[in-house]
């Protein structure tokens, strides 16, 4: 089993609509959670962070965890061409001198 | 501005050679990652270094080598030991191991032919 898991992809939403991106982490120890986005052939940049469990938004993006189930999602509302990315889900490796470690990736695409 | 500078953005190489990719930051960051990235997948860990003068390995470490001489650079080379090279290289910076946001540079092509 993946540390970190996410569908591939490529998940393709219509603009405007809601896309939902899952993540799933196997160590229960994980206490800090983490969406990065990267465009085609650019580096990640970080987009959200959560820390506890619940929702947390910030402008059309929403984080949500829930540890008990070791999952974590984000949410992004009115999805525009713009956002069409690879996310990248990462978790802080405590148990291991607190490195990330990131899961594969999904791709989405957004049509006008 | 600061930033992370990574070079050569892209980099051929032919077997058998070893190859340096650098990565320079001015964001006074004490912890520097180097990860590979290929097509379709996230990010592996080759190294990384929490503070000067100290590196550790990372989940892929094999076939690659580190120096921290300086707080401000942390360069990767490739050694032919590295059985399948050709990826994306991208180094990043964090204030301090943990703290969960990574800076990253614009990342570096090699290409073995």
């Not at chain 2, 929490?50 to 050694?79: C, H, M, W």
């Amino acid at each position: 089993q993946k540390e970190v898991e996410q569908n591939s992809g490529p998940l393709s939403v219509p603009e405007g609509a809601i896309a939902s991106l899952n993540c799933t982490y196997s160590d229960r120890v994980s206490q800090s959670f983490f969406w990065y986005r990267q465009y085609s052939g650019k580096s990640p940049e970080l987009i959200m962070s959560i820390y506890s469990n619940g929702d947390k938004e910030d402008g059309r993006f929403t984080a949500q965890l829930n540890k008990a189930s070791q999952y974590v999602s984000l949410l992004i509302r009115d999805s525009q061409p713009s956002d069409s990315a690879t996310y990248l889900c990462a978790v802080n490796r405590w148990g291991q001198g607190g490195k990330l470690i990131f899961g594969q990736g999904t791709e989405l695409s957004v049509k006008p | 501005d600061g930033g992370i500078t990574q070079s050569p953005k892209y980099l051929f190489r032919k077997e058998g050679q070893n190859v340096t990719l650098s990565c320079e930051q001015n964001l006074n960051h004490d912890a520097m990652y180097w990860y590979r990235q290929d097509p379709g997948q996230g990010l592996r860990l080759i190294y990384y270094s929490q503070i000067v003068n100290d590196f550790q390995k990372g989940d892929i470490a094999e076939g690659y080598s580190v120096s921290r001489e300086k707080k401000e650079s942390f360069p990767l080379t490739v050694t032919s030991a590295q059985k399948n090279p050709t990826a994306f290289y991208l180094c990043a910076s964090e204030v301090a191991t943990g703290a969960g946001e990574l800076f990253f540079g614009e990342g570096s092509r090699l290409t073995v032919l």
